[in-house]
């Protein structure tokens, strides 16, 4: 059973850091490419950044380039999304995923950036 287990979010203020977490189980996950996406209440599920198998090649969306990080650890099946100079707009629940996307999604964590 492929299962994601996303943690590290939480409230921060503009201008501040988190690094998120993603713990996955249930496939090979060193021969997948992954993502993080993320959810407002209002808009569609965005794909925020990808990182190839070997955790060489990066991707990430406009909106959050020179601020975000996303890396792996083949040897702990783990993910992380260091994020940076946090602004309003990124409030969202994230979510990590291997790509192509499969049909089971974690539950996500919560990060506001709030004043």
């Known amino acids: 059973q492929v299962q994601f287990v996303e943690s590290g979010g939480g409230l921060v203020q503009p201008g501040g850091s988190l690094r998120l977490s993603c713990a996955a189980s249930g496939f090979t996950f060193r021969v997948y490419p992954m993502a993080w996406y993320r959810q407002a209440p209002a808009k569609e599920r965005e794909l925020v950044a990808r990182i190839s198998n070997g955790g060489i090649a990066t991707m990430y969306t406009n909106s959050v380039k020179g601020r975000f990080t996303i890396s792996r650890d083949n040897a702990q099946n783990m993910m992380y999304l260091q994020m940076n100079s946090l602004k309003p707009e990124d409030t969202a629940r994230y979510y990590c995923?291997?790509?192509?996307?499969?049909?089971?999604w974690g539950q996500g964590t919560q990060v506001t950036v709030s004043s």
């Open positions: 995923m291997q790509l192509p996307p499969g049909d089971y």
